[in-house]
Nanobody, 127 residues
Framework: QVQLVESGGGLAQAGGSLTLSCAAS????????MAWFRQGPGKEREFVAA????????TYADSVRGRFTISRDHAENVVSLEMNNLKPEDTAVYYC????????????????????WGQGTQVTVSS
């Protein structure tokens, strides 16, 4: 059974930091593009950050660029999202996603381009 399990969410103050992790099991995603999305209260799910299959490229939503960093450990099958200078508008449920298709080159920013999803982890930023 393929699972993506996020951890590291919680409560932070504005200006603070959190690091999210996504651990994959049931299949190796070491060569799969992966990403983080989030869904805030009353909002649509939105793209946050993506990393290419070989970690050679990353891309970010404008709202988080310069504050968030996506990275991955291929050996451990883990992808992380380091979040700094958090803002109240970063409050959301954060989801990890993995793409499982033969077309794995490049960066993917749309939710329908990903095959597997985690259950999400809540991040709440207080002002």
């Amino acid at each position: 059974q393929v699972q993506l399990v996020e951890s590291g969410g919680g409560l932070a103050q504005a200006g603070g930091s959190l690091t999210l992790s996504c651990a994959a099991s049931g299949r190796s995603f070491s060569s799969s593009p992966m990403a983080w999305f989030r869904q805030g209260p009353g909002k649509e799910r939105e793209f946050v950050a993506a990393i290419s299959w070989n970690s050679g490229s990353t891309t970010y939503a404008d709202s988080v660029r310069g504050r968030f960093t996506i990275s991955r450990d291929h050996a451990e099958n883990v992808v992380s999202l380091e979040m700094n200078n958090l803002k109240p508008e970063d409050t959301a449920v954060y989801y990890c996603a993995a793409r499982w298709t033969e077309d794995r080159r490049g960066l993917f920013v749309r939710a329908n381009e990903y095959t597997y999803w985690g259950q999400g982890t809540q991040v709440t930023v207080s002002s």
